[in-house]
Every structure is written in C-alpha cells, then in structure tokens.
C-alpha cells in the first residue's frame, strides 16, 4: 500500500496490453500494415522503457559514456517497424571499442530487465567494424541489417555502421549480395513446401509469404538505397497495378500471422487446417453451395500469396545485375525467329517496337508459349507483364488459329505444365477456357490433397511428362499414346469441376462439353475428352475399392470406356491424378493394383476374350494341389488329394485370385496341422511396396470377431492397414490377410517387431488381453483423446447392392484415424454382419474403406429398413470417433 493508502495500480502485462490493444484496432476494421506497426510501436516503448530503468541507475560519468559510445538499433521486423504478437525483438546493441568493458554487464542487466517485462529478446553485441565484417560472411545477419533502425544511443556509431554497411558489404560486392539473398530465399521455399499452393503454409516463409516481400526489400535496397516497397514505383521497379496487389498482399498476410499469434498465445506461423477453419468462422465467412467457408478463405489467401510469390519472382529477375561475360554470352546466343522473336537459351522476348502488336493477336500469344512448353525458356519480365494486361482485350471468339496452336503446346510434352502456369498467371489460360478462373487458388479441404485445384492439376501434368522415362506399365502405356494433347487436356479439366454444389464429375463434363466445342475438336474427340473428365475417378474407384475378379465389373468397364486407346488414355490419366496429390500418395502398392485392373481390362478390349474367372480358377486350383500332394510330409490319416480337392473348391475366386498359389498351399497346409486351440500368426514384409503382410489363421470359437480384433491390435501398434483379405474354408476355418505400412518404421520393418506383432494378435484373438489394454500400453504422449468437432457430411457411408451379385458393398468416407477400421468392424460384428472382403484406406482425395457384406448366414443383405439400420449405425460409430478420438477405443475391448 502506498503512504497516501491507495493501492498501487499492478502494470498490465505486455502481452495482455497487445492484445487489447488489437482488440481496440480490430473494432475499426484496421489491416494487418496497420495492426503490425503498432505492436512494433508497443515494443520499441517497452525497450525504450526498459533502457532508462538500466540507465537511470548508472553513476552519472557512466551513464554518460555509456549512452556516447553505444547504439541500441532495431534489425529485421523490428527495423521495419513490423512485428506481431509473439514476435522476436531482434536488436544490434553497437559498442565503440574502448567501452567493451563496460558495456556486457549493462547488456546482461538490460536483457534480464527486457525479458521479465515480457519482451522477448534477440540480440547481438558488437562493434561497427565487427558488424559490417560478420556481415559479410553471413547472409542472414546482411539481410537483417538492411532495414536496421536507431532506437537510442550515438547517432554517429549508427551512421558509421549504416556507411559501411552500405559500402562494404552490398555496394563493393552487389552480385554476391543479391545472388545470397536470392539463393537464400529460394532454399527457404523449398523447405517450406515449394510452392504458394501448399495446404497448410507457413504465413512467413513458404513461397508467396511475407519473406517474399522481405527479399524484394532487401534487393530494393541493394539497387536503389531504399527498401521502401512505396517507391519502387516511381524508380521502375514495380508497375501501379503490381504495387497496389503486393501492397494489399502484405496487408491480408500481416493480418493473418497477427492472428494465428494472438490465438496461440506464441509464435506460430503455419496456417493449420484446425486454424483455417477457425478464422473463416471468425472473419465472417460463410457456406454456400459447393465451396465451404474455410475453402474460400484459403481461396482467397491463396490468390494473395500466389500474386506475391508472382510479383517478387519477376522483380528479382528484372533486377538481376548480369555478369559482362553473361550478357556477352546471353547476346551471342540470343536469335531471331518468328521475325520478332527474341529467344535466347533461358528467356523468350519480343523485339520492343513489336511488343504491342504481338501481345495484342490471341495466335502470337500462345505462339511464344509453344517456345516455353518446347526449350523451357522464361517469359522476360516485360513482356509477361505486358501480355497480362493485354488479355483482358482479347476478342471472346477462338480462332481455328489460336486452337491449333494451344493443342501444339498441349502436345509438347517437355515444360507443358511450366508453360500452362504462365499462361494461367498471365491470364491466357483464363481465356482460352474461362471454366478456369474458378479453379485458381481453389482448395480441396481433404486429408490428402496437398495443393490447390490448379497447382493439383499442373502436377498431374508433370507427372504425365515424368511417366515417358520411367518403366514398368504406366510409363509403356504413356509412351504408346500417339498424341499428347488430349492426355493433357483431359487433365487440364479432370478437377475443374470442384467447388460448386454437385459432383465435379458431373460438372467437369458439362464444362468438358462446351470446351471441346469451343476449340472445335472433332466428334471422336470431344467423345473421348469428355469420357476422360467425367469418368477420370473410375479405374482408380474399381482397381482400389471393388472386387476387379468379378466378371460382371470388368465386362461393364470396358464396354463404358469403348476403345483401347481411351482406356490407356484413362489409365495413366488416373496414374498421374494420384501422383499429382501429394507426396507418398503414388506407391508401388498402387501402381501394381492399377496396373493389374488395366491388364485385365486390356485383355478384354484387345478382342482376344481371356479365359473365364472360373476356367482360370479351375486351372489354379489344379496347380495347388499338384503342390500339396507333392508336399513332404509326415504320412496323414487323410487322404490329401480328397482333402484338397474339397478345401481348394471352398475358397472365393477373390482369395484364389489374389493370393499366389504357393502361399495359399502353405495356408492349407498351415490349417491341416492347427491344433483345436491354435491360433497360427506369420508375418512378412515386402521390401517392393515397404508393407509388412500378416496372415492369420484361426479355428472356431476364434474366428468369431476374428477380424475386428486384428484390426484393433494393428491400429494399437500404429499400423496403416492397406488391404485386407478374408476368407473361410468350408470348415469354418479363417484365413484372414492383412497388409499393412508400419509408422513405427521407416525402413525395413526387423523381425523383432514382426514377431511382437503376431505375439499381440495370438494373444488378443484368444482373449489373453484387450484391444482397450493394448492402446492404453501403446499410446504416446501426444496421442489425441479428442479431435476437431466435425463439419457436416464430412462422414458418408454409402451402400452398393447392385455391383455384386453375392455381397452388398458398404462405401465408408471420412477423414483417416488410427483405429477408424476397427471402429468400424467392430460396429459391423456388434450388428451380427458379416465381412466378407474389406479394401482398406485406399484413396484419391480422402479415406474410403470398403466392406463387402453379407448376414451371418451367408445370404446378401437387400431388406432396406436393415440396410438403413446398418448405414446408420456405422456412420454414428465414426462420427462418435472422429469426435471423442481414442475415448471409444479406450473403453472397449
């Protein structure tokens, strides 16, 4: 209590103070430019507070040398006056060498004092000439300097270090520096994704982020003296409109990190999908048909970041000093083609006198884009500028010119996909198919989908160039298309349907349609086009979730997709759509289920009708036995061939059609010595496809719930379970398969583990330990209880009683969770239905387990008040997973 009696008023927390005073700034719509230069301004009066409580307890001659011969300077966001919450402080405290002494105790005072006021701070302590020399030699601390501001302290140390810094390390070696800077961002967007369409990025260094912004300042300054991005436009660096966007770009960027920091209460830069949909619910986002709140705010960060990333790329290559030699080199090598084409061995140009009337003809245009597609050649700065503002005046009417040449582009194979991000940034693609404008920056809010829809589908036509020199079935299938366009084209579209309120096959065909009437491609082609966008999920949906052994499915494939050539076309058109998700989508695993269906596939439509399933069948069987009575084996009281003969004629054509002949042989043999209470657990892994399979086999009263507690035990070890295959023998007998990727393990999976898996399987399946005792042994720190309340329809379960005639097939969506199938088996088992095959996490843009099923008595399911009661059931049971996470598996078993 103070002498008057009042109570001394507690000073309010930095961090709290920041936050209100954002709050205050919010309520008047303030951006983040605005927003970040207040919190900078909020710091630098902490510091600046902070330094008079250091200095005012100096003895007078010190404090005076002190504040004579010492500089305190803001670096990095702190010089540019731009901070958010949680942001480092980054100072330079310059000292003049003969009060070195001096100065480390009262830096030591000045940063405890710093930080118990709630700052957090970074800091360095050197002289001029230290500063200007370690500069030098490092890259991060010259870019640091670029924008370094005086707080306190001698003007004359600031002014020498600025001089020097100016003169020694940027002006007297400008090419290094401006190759560093650029060298150094370049490497820091590739660890921070690659591209400005990254899912998840990072606000500050992912390409299109703030860096960017940062590495236009720093060769700013280097070129002109300032790193004002305000100026550059009178100095001929940016044009007005590239000004306004970076402008606005910084502001939306500022705004977002300001508030994934407030949020965290710490520094935190990755826009998360948790956090991407709570801002669009807090910004005032909201559903409409098709597109979701949280898919239009990350289109419209994406339009932000992708138009910075743009903007910057194009100043630093206008700004680039060449060497003599390369601008000689360049010079020699530059020709003339096309009469006023400049092309040299890195960039295509326009002669200057020509630019407007070439940029001005739709056909001239995507002309030089055939020079891109071709030598992987660069539009100049200029020029792409200038055929960005030209096509907005392009006459709405494609010529039989214009669509000849974009074909050409589209048929040269080599830099499409680079040419097809120009001309989609420059606004040529936007004319040439309109559809597209409303597929830029759009997102695929999905577990799997790592890129926009446009990033997405330019890497699915990588991915088709990629697949010409690589082996195995889809490099073959992609080398014997004659032509490129229509694989390209047809890519170009597949996804262009998403983000309205109806399947995006179902629009991607209509826009398919009017696109092949627009370029006035032949009735043949627009046939096969518009097979391809609206058919492109097919061979992927019947390889990956359906029994391909049935005859039925692969009569009725084939005859929808027609030709041979359209089925190769749609075969390496779903190869590419899966490498073109994200990365460890396309596996070997994959490769060799989709290769397979398009054999089968292929063997039909080639007219040489392949031998029925059940000649093919017969044949195996014969085969197998021939193994099991040539088996050296004690003598049996049985008679093997009969034995044989009457296992092998139980077994389902999808086991004998999946399941090599040896290893079914050792099934049968394993079954023949299984002891009453056996349970047999071997497992295998498969270095090709980096899975481990584990084969099951059980007697009964074990084979009941059989395989939902092998699920349960899989997802308690952290296992990835990929496929599943379940049969019976006549005897009752389960032979269960599961193949599946160890998370544990990055490498070969050892044996040690192999064999702690299969102990764990025995022991759950007899009922010596649970499913709940196994997660709660296994679970680790971090391991979520309870996940993100879900958006609706983000669970569908569908039925399917007409693809199979013996099974009803259940279609289960949903987001991927360790333990989802065993939820889901588990609610099958409680509701007595039987599984008869399951095809497991196999997926294009997010989770889908298949079951087929039947009742326990064998017989399909088709009474609808039964299959209603089962589609609801299971779809409750992964709603209440998804939602309380482990609590279910935690509580049962």
């Known amino acids: 209590m103070a002498a008057d009696g009042t109570i001394p008023t507690q000073p309010v927390p930095l961090d709290e103070r920041i936050r209100r005073e954002v709050a205050s700034l919010r309520e008047g719509k303030a951006g983040g430019i605005h927003l970040a230069h207040r919190i900078a301004t909020i710091f630098e009066e902490q510091i600046r507070s902070v330094i008079r409580d250091v200095l005012v307890n100096l003895p007078g001659d010190l404090r005076k040398n002190v504040s004579a011969n010492t500089a305190v300077v803001l670096v990095g966001g702190s010089g540019r006056g731009e901070l958010v919450p949680y942001s480092d402080c980054d100072l330079l405290i310059?000292?003049?060498?003969?009060?070195?002494?001096?100065?480390?105790?009262?830096?030591?005072?000045?940063i405890r004092k710093a930080w118990d006021s709630g700052l957090k701070i970074g800091h360095s302590v050197r002289t001029v000439d230290e500063t200007w020399r370690?500069?030098?030699?490092?890259?991060?601390?010259?870019?640091?300097?670029?924008?370094?501001?005086?707080?306190?302290?001698?003007?004359?140390?600031?002014?020498?270090?600025?001089?020097?810094?100016?003169?020694?390390?940027?002006?007297?070696?400008?090419?290094?520096?401006?190759?560093?800077?650029?060298?150094?961002?370049?490497?820091?967007?590739?660890?921070?994704?690659?591209?400005?369409?990254?899912?998840?990025?990072?606000?500050?260094?992912?390409?299109?982020?703030?860096?960017?912004?940062?590495?236009?300042?720093?060769?700013a300054y280097a070129i002109y003296g300032s790193s004002d991005v305000s100026r550059l436009r009178p100095a001929g660096g940016l044009n007005a409109d590239d000004q306004r966007i970076l402008i606005d770009g910084l502001d939306y960027?500022?705004?977002?990190?300001?508030?994934?920091?407030?949020?965290?209460?710490?520094?935190?830069?990755?826009?998360?999908?948790?956090?991407?949909?709570?801002?669009?619910?807090?910004?005032?986002?909201?559903?409409?048909?098709?597109q979701r709140d949280v898919e239009?705010?990350?289109?419209?960060?994406?339009?932000?970041?992708?138009?910075?990333?743009?903007?910057?790329?194009?100043?630093?290559?206008?700004?680039?000093?060449?060497h003599a030699i390369s601008r000689i080199k360049n010079a020699l090598l530059t020709r003339r083609v096309g009469g006023v084409f400049l092309l040299s061995p890195t960039t295509i140009d326009v002669l200057p006198n020509a630019t407007e009337r070439i940029t001005a003809s739709p056909e001239?245009?995507?002309?030089?884009?055939?020079?891109?597609?071709?030598?992987?050649?660069?539009?100049?700065?200029?020029?792409?500028?200038?055929?960005?503002?030209?096509?907005?005046?392009?006459?709405?009417?494609?010529?039989?010119?214009?669509?000849?040449?974009?074909?050409?582009?589209?048929?040269?194979?080599?830099?499409?996909g680079k040419a097809l991000r120009i001309m989609l940034r420059t606004g040529v693609l936007a004319y040439l198919i309109p559809e597209f404008t409303h597929a830029r920056c759009l997102i695929q809010f999905s577990e799997y989908h790592s890129f926009t829809v446009d990033e997405h589908t330019f890497r699915t036509i990588d991915a088709a160039n990629d697949f010409l020199i690589e082996p195995g079935a889809v490099g073959d299938a992609r080398r014997k298309l004659a032509h490129s366009w229509m694989l390209n084209f047809a890519l170009l579209l597949h996804d262009i349907g998403k983000g309205f309120?109806?399947?995006?096959?179902?629009?991607?065909?209509?826009?398919?349609?009017?696109?092949?009437?627009?370029?006035?491609?032949?009735?043949?082609?627009?046939?096969?086009?518009?097979?391809?966008?609206?058919?492109?999920?097919l061979m992927v949906h019947l390889?990956?979730?359906?029994?391909?052994?049935?005859?039925?499915?692969?009569?009725?494939?084939?005859?929808?997709?027609?030709?041979?050539?359209?089925?190769?076309?749609?075969?390496?058109?779903?190869?590419?759509?899966?490498?073109?998700?994200?990365?460890?989508?396309?596996?070997?695993?994959?490769?060799?289920?989709?290769?397979?269906?398009?054999?089968?596939?292929?063997?039909?439509?080639?007219?040489?009708?392949?031998?029925?399933?059940?000649?093919?069948?017969?044949?195996?069987?014969?085969?197998?036995?021939?193994?099991?009575?040539?088996?050296?084996?004690?003598?049996?009281?049985?008679?093997?061939?009969?034995?044989?003969?009457?296992?092998?004629?139980?077994?389902?054509?999808?086991?004998?059609?999946?399941?090599?002949?040896?290893?079914?042989?050792?099934?049968?043999?394993?079954?023949?010595?299984?002891?009453?209470?056996?349970?047999?657990?071997?497992?295998?892994?498969?270095?090709?496809?980096?899975?481990?399979?584990?084969?099951?086999?059980?007697?009964?009263?074990?084979?009941?719930?059989?395989?939902?507690?092998?699920?349960?035990?899989?997802?308690?070890?952290?296992?990835?379970?990929?496929?599943?295959?379940?049969?019976?023998?006549?005897?009752?007998?389960?032979?269960?398969?599961?193949?599946?990727?160890?998370?544990?393990?990055?490498?070969?999976?050892?044996?040690?583990?192999?064999?702690?898996?299969?102990?764990?399987?025995?022991?759950a399946i007899?009922?010596?330990?649970?499913?709940?005792?196994?997660?709660?042994?296994?679970?680790?720190?971090?391991?979520?209880?309870?996940?993100?309340?879900?958006?609706?329809?983000?669970?569908?379960?569908?039925?399917?009683?007409?693809?199979?005639?013996?099974?009803?097939?259940?279609?289960?969506?949903?987001?991927?969770?360790r333990g989802l199938l065993y939820t889901i088996a588990t609610a099958l088992l409680e509701m007595e239905v039987s599984i008869d095959l399951a095809k497991i996490s196999t997926h294009v843009d997010q989770i889908v387990d298949v079951f087929y099923v039947t009742e326990m008595s064998g017989e399909k399911i088709t009474d609808e008040a039964r299959l209603d009661h089962i589609v609801r059931t299971v779809r409750n049971a992964v709603e209440e997973y998804l939602t309380n996470g482990y609590r279910r598996l935690l509580n049962t078993g």
């Open 364 to 416: 001239r245009v995507i002309e030089l884009f055939l020079f891109v597609a071709r030598d992987g050649v660069d539009l100049t700065p200029r020029l792409e500028e200038a055929i960005t503002r030209a096509t907005g005046r392009f006459p709405n009417e494609l010529t039989h010119e214009t669509c000849r040449l974009f074909l050409l582009v589209l048929d040269t194979p080599d830099h499409v």
């Open 94 to 110: 310059l000292h003049a060498p003969n009060i070195s002494s001096d100065v480390e105790a009262i830096v030591a005072e000045f």
């Open 501 to 537: 309120d109806e399947d995006h096959s179902l629009v991607g065909r209509r826009i398919a349609i009017r696109t092949a009437a627009r370029f006035r491609l032949s009735e043949e082609e627009q046939e096969q086009l518009t097979l391809l966008v609206y058919r492109h999920l």
């Open 543 to 763: 390889a990956f979730r359906r029994d391909t052994t049935e005859a039925k499915l692969l009569y009725d494939f084939t005859h929808e997709v027609g030709t041979p050539d359209s089925l190769r076309h749609l075969f390496v058109l779903s190869a590419c759509d899966l490498r073109g998700v994200g990365p460890g989508i396309w596996t070997d695993w994959k490769a060799d289920l989709l290769s397979e269906f398009y054999r089968q596939s292929m063997s039909v439509l080639g007219g040489d009708v392949p031998q029925s399933n059940a000649a093919q069948m017969d044949e195996k069987r014969g085969r197998i036995r021939a193994i099991l009575t040539e088996a050296d084996r004690p003598v049996s009281t049985i008679d093997i061939k009969d034995w044989a003969t009457a296992e092998l004629d139980g077994l389902s054509t999808h086991f004998l059609a999946n399941i090599p002949e040896d290893a079914v042989a050792e099934d049968l043999l394993t079954l023949l010595d299984l002891g009453e209470q056996e349970v047999s657990v071997t497992g295998t892994y498969d270095e090709a496809t980096a899975t481990t399979t584990y084969r099951v086999i059980v007697r009964p009263p074990f084979t009941n719930g059989c395989f939902s507690v092998a699920t349960g035990v899989l997802a308690a070890k952290r296992m990835q379970t990929v496929e599943a295959i379940i049969e019976t023998t006549v005897a009752g007998i389960a032979i269960d398969r599961f193949r599946v990727i160890d998370e544990d393990f990055e490498e070969e999976v050892p044996d040690w583990r192999i064999n702690d898996v299969a102990a764990s399987l025995r022991a």
């Open 296 to 322: 239009q705010f990350m289109q419209e960060y994406f339009r932000h970041a992708t138009a910075i990333c743009d903007i910057a790329d194009r100043f630093a290559e206008r700004l680039r000093p060449r």
């Open 134 to 219: 370690i500069a030098r030699q490092d890259i991060q601390i010259a870019t640091s300097l670029v924008e370094a501001r005086l707080l306190v302290g001698s003007t004359v140390l600031y002014d020498r270090m600025r001089m020097l810094f100016r003169e020694r390390v940027v002006q007297h070696r400008l090419g290094a520096f401006l190759s560093e800077c650029t060298e150094a961002r370049q490497t820091e967007r590739d660890n921070y994704g690659g591209s400005p369409n990254l899912l998840e990025p990072n606000v500050k260094r992912s390409p299109g982020g703030l860096r960017d912004v940062h590495w236009m300042r720093w060769i």
């Open 253 to 290: 960027l500022l705004k977002v990190r300001v508030e994934l920091h407030l949020h965290a209460q710490r520094e935190q830069d990755v826009l998360s999908r948790s956090e991407q949909i709570r801002i669009a619910v807090k910004w005032g986002f909201e559903h409409r048909p098709g």
């Open 766 to 817: 007899k009922g010596q330990i649970s499913v709940a005792r196994l997660f709660h042994h296994h679970r680790r720190y971090g391991d979520q209880v309870d996940y993100p309340p879900l958006a609706a329809g983000t669970v569908r379960v569908v039925r399917d009683v007409d693809t199979s005639e013996k099974s009803t097939i259940i279609d289960v969506f949903a987001p991927n969770r």
